[in-house]
């Protein structure tokens, strides 16, 4: 009796070990397909992240050519007036330069992921890189394009009414009296500080798009 009771015993003992080694082996299943599935739900919002910094990249960079074109005429056109060289060329330069840029960020991929978590992405540099791209440098490229925009409203559109006999958005802009218009003070100075506010958008443009090198840099290197 004490033989077939110790039997049953081991039996249920090895039963139990069996329940439990099984578990165990079914959470583990369960946590691969998770770590699986997480993995690759990073890899699909990496690459939609990736596709929106590219079109950022292009769009930066158009913005970027204009703001830097619109800087060295103001220098070509600053010498001319110096010179009291008032040529018809000064008139295609100003269209571009009296103009502003905009721009907006494709960013729909990092708000998913930040509805998602960002701990979403395992690299914590890329983590990072994201975040300062996102909520700091973004930032920091609309002030600067918004402070070209709010000079252009508030210093430009009453002289182009006043003393502009034409006017086409970045082409050219012709003044009723060259000589008058470049003579006045206050121009001069509209264009120097119009430039500086200009260089605002040249510094925080580029830092931009360096982070984007960067952090698709770090994207190409997990999806590897």
């Given at each position: 009796m004490?033989?077939?009771?110790?039997?049953?015993?081991?039996y249920?003992?090895?039963?139990?070990?069996?329940?439990?080694?099984?578990?165990?082996?079914?959470?583990?299943?369960?946590?691969?397909?998770?770590v699986?599935k997480?993995?690759?739900?990073?890899?699909e919002?990496?690459?939609?992240i990736?596709?929106?910094?590219?079109?950022?990249?292009?769009?930066?960079?158009?913005?970027?050519f204009?703001?830097?074109?619109?800087?060295e005429?103001?220098?070509?056109?600053?010498?001319q007036?110096?010179?009291?060289?008032?040529?018809?060329?000064?008139?295609?330069?100003?269209g571009?330069?009296?103009?502003?840029?905009?721009?907006?960020?494709?960013s729909s991929?990092?708000?998913?992921?930040?509805?998602?978590?960002?701990?979403?992405?395992?690299?914590?540099?890329?983590?990072?890189?994201?975040?300062?791209?996102?909520?700091?440098?973004?930032?920091?490229?609309?002030?600067?394009?918004?402070?070209?925009?709010?000079?252009?409203?508030?210093?430009?559109?009453?002289?182009?009414?006043?003393?502009?006999?034409?006017?086409?958005?970045?082409?050219?802009?012709?003044?009723?009296?060259?000589?008058a218009?470049?003579?006045?003070?206050?121009?001069?100075?509209?264009?120097?500080?119009?430039?500086?506010?200009?260089?605002?958008?040249?510094?925080?443009?580029?830092?931009?798009?360096?982070?984007?090198?960067?952090?698709?840099?770090?994207?190409?290197?997990?999806q590897?």
């Amino acid at each position: 009796m004490e033989n077939k009771t110790g039997k049953y015993f081991k039996y249920a003992i090895g039963e139990i070990i069996l329940v439990v080694i099984g578990i165990l082996l079914a959470l583990q299943i369960n946590n691969w397909n998770d770590v699986r599935k997480n993995q690759n739900y990073e890899q699909e919002i990496l690459y939609l992240i990736s596709q929106n910094l590219t079109n950022d990249s292009i769009a930066l960079s158009k913005e970027l050519f204009k703001s830097k074109e619109a800087n060295e005429l103001t220098n070509r056109l600053i010498k001319q007036v110096a010179l009291k060289n008032y040529s018809d060329s000064l008139n295609f330069w100003m269209g571009k330069i009296i103009s502003f840029e905009r721009f907006k960020s494709q960013s729909s991929a990092f708000e998913v992921l930040k509805s998602k978590g960002i701990e979403t992405v395992s690299n914590n540099d890329l983590q990072l890189a994201l975040i300062s791209y996102y909520d700091e440098m973004l930032y920091n490229v609309y002030q600067s394009l918004n402070d070209v925009e709010h000079a252009f409203k508030v210093d430009w559109q009453p002289v182009i009414k006043q003393e502009f006999s034409d006017f086409k958005w970045r082409e050219y802009c012709v003044p009723i009296d060259s000589k008058a218009f470049f003579e006045n003070p206050s121009n001069p100075t509209f264009f120097k500080l119009y430039k500086d506010n200009r260089s605002g958008s040249v510094r925080n443009i580029g830092l931009a798009l360096e982070r984007i090198s960067e952090i698709k840099r770090l994207i190409k290197k997990e999806q590897q």
